[in-house]
């Protein structure tokens, strides 16, 4: 069992950064792919970035390419979001996600993730 926990949201205008952090609890976190979704009031959720378990592979979707930047640190448990240039469009709850998926063109399915996290709200205002 892995216990996810984001934190590092909040409320920021078009063109400025934020930093998401998920931390990782009760599981071998090394071990496991690490992916962030966001979900938008009334949709579902989407893919935005996936990291490999040792940190080597990224993917991005083409909405964030150049602008997010996922990175990890397996001896803190830790997974991070790095976002440059919001957009309103980016508004949304960002959740973290640990899974094993099967090939690399899998990360992006949320069926992949056996575990998330609770969200973090990410509101940019124009």
């Known amino acids: 069992q892995l216990y996810l926990v984001e934190s590092g949201g909040g409320l920021v205008h078009t063109g400025d950064s934020l930093r998401l952090s998920c931390a990782a609890s009760?599981?071998?976190?090394?071990?496991?792919?690490l992916a962030w979704f966001r979900q938008a009031p009334g949709k579902g959720r989407v893919f935005v970035a996936a990291?490999?378990?040792?940190?080597?592979?990224?993917m991005y979707a083409d909405s964030v390419k150049g602008r997010f930047t996922t990175s990890r640190d397996n001896d803190k448990n830790t997974v991070y979001l790095q976002m440059n240039s919001l957009k309103p469009e980016d508004t949304a709850v960002y959740l973290c996600?640990?899974?094993?998926?099967?090939?690399?063109?899998?990360?992006?399915?949320?069926?992949?993730?056996?575990?998330w996290g609770q969200g973090t709200q990410v509101t940019v205002s124009s």
């Open positions: 996600a640990a899974g094993r998926p099967a090939t690399a063109r899998a990360r992006v399915f949320s069926d992949a993730y056996d575990y």
């Open positions: 009760g599981g071998t976190f090394s071990t496991y792919t």
């Open positions: 990291i490999s378990w040792s940190g080597e592979a990224t």
